[in-house]
C-alpha cells in the first residue's frame, strides 16, 4: 500500500525534577543541600531511510513518545537523560507544524532532525544555597516537554520523471531500462502508486526513474490519481513525456502532449518549465510516415524527440543515454528551505493565565501559554529577549511580581529561565 500522508502527534519527554536533600554523614554536622538536577526529557528525532518508500506505518501508529527525564538525587546526583524517540521516515519526506503549516524540515539528507525537544530537568535545591539561604526547601521541577501535531508528506526523490496519459507504456519502459518490476497490463490506471527504479548506463553512471501515475485532462483539479501525485514530480530535474505515436485508443497524440502539458502547468509553472524529452512509444503500430510528422512537429515546439517500442526495449538505449547528459548538466534534486519559526503572538492562547509564588526569596512564574513562548525565545539574540521582556510587562507579569513582594536583585524563575530582577 501506497500512503504519502500523514498526520501523528509527538510529544518529548518531560524534564525530571531537581531534588531535595541534605547532605547526612557522620560527623559531619550541618552538610547543606546536597539535591541533584533532574534529568533532561528525551527528544523525538526523525530520521531518513532509504529502506522505506511510503508512510503506511504511520495509520498503524500515530502516536509517539519520547522517555521522561528522572528526578535527581542525593549527593548532587542527576537524574538519567530520558530516552530519544526516533522516527525513521523515507527519504524525501517532508515534516510540516500542522498547526501552523510551517515546513520544519526536509529529510532528504542524512542529518537527523529534532522535531520535539525534550524539557530540561529541574535544579536541586543545592543550587539554590546564598550565604542568607543556607537551608533551601525547595528545588526546581522539570520543565515539561514540547508537544506538537506533525503533517508529514513524502516526495519522491527521483532525477527523471515519466509523464504521460495511462496506458502509454510508462511502466513497459521503467520495466525494461532499470530493475523496478511494476505492473504491466493493458488497461488504464494499472498503476496505482508512482513506481522507482534505478537505471544504471555505464559503471558509475546511473539516476532513479519515477514512474508517476495518473496524470490526465484535469489532474491539476483532482480528476482522478493525478492531484494525488502531481507533487512526486515537483523534485524531478528532468521529464520525460511519453507518447503514444500510434494513437492506438482514438486520441491524437499531438493533443495529448498539450494537454499534460497545461496539467503541469496549471500544478506548477515552475515544473511545467523544466527540461523535457519526448518518447514516442508504439511505433510499431503505426506506419513511418505518421512517426515522421509527429517528430517534425515535436522538434518544431523545441523539444527531443526519441521514437520507440518499449514493450521489446526497442529505442529505449538512446533515450536512456540523453537522460544521463543532461541530469549531468542540471541542478541537483531540489530539497525545501525549513521556514524559520516565527515569534508567538503572546495573546494567540486562550488561556492567559499565569501563578507567582514564592519560596525562600525565589519567585517562580508558570503559565502553560508562557512556557510556549520560552521555548521558542533565544535568550542570546538582542532582539528575542527584548521580545520576551515585552511579553513579560504587557502580560502583567512584571506587575504581579511587584505585587507579591519581588525586590531588585531577587531572583525570577520562569521554567529553566532564570534572571535577577531589576525594576
Known sequence: MFV??????????????GAVTFHREKYVAAGGPDGGDGGKGGDVVFLADDGLNTLVDFRYRRKFSAGNGEPGGQKRCFGKNGRDEIIK???????????????MADMSGDEPFVA???GRGGWGNSHFATPTRQVPRFAKPGVPGQALELRLELKLLADVGLVGFPNVGKSSLLSVVSAAKPEIANYHFTTLSPVLGV??????VSFVM????GVIEGASEGVGLGHEFLRHIDRCRLLVHVVDVSGSEGRDPLEDLAVINRELEAFSPELAS??????GNKCDLTDQETVDAFAAAVQEMGYEFFPMMAAIAHGTDELVKRCAELLQKLPPILRYEPEPPALPDAYAARDHSFTVSSRDGVYFVEGEWL????QSVNMDDYESLQYFQRVLQSSG??????????SEGDTVCIYDFEFDFVP
Do not use: H, S, Y
Open 89 to 103: 521516515v523515507p527519504r524525501g519526506t517532508l515534516i510540516f507544524d500542522n498547526e501552523t503549516g510551517r515546513l
Open 199 to 204: 537505471v544504471r548506463v555505464a559503471k558509475g
Open 274 to 279: 523544466r527540461p523535457m524529452l519526448i518518447a
Open 116 to 118: 520535539a525537544k525534550g
Open 397 to 406: 507579569i512584571i506587575d504581579a511580581l511587584v505585587d507579591a513582594g519581588v
Open 210 to 213: 519515477a514512474d508517476i501515475p
Open 4 to 17: 504519502d500522508k500523514a498526520t501523528i502527534q509527538v510529544k518529548a519527554g518531560d524534564g525530571g525534577n
Open 371 to 374: 512556557l510556549r513562548i520560552l
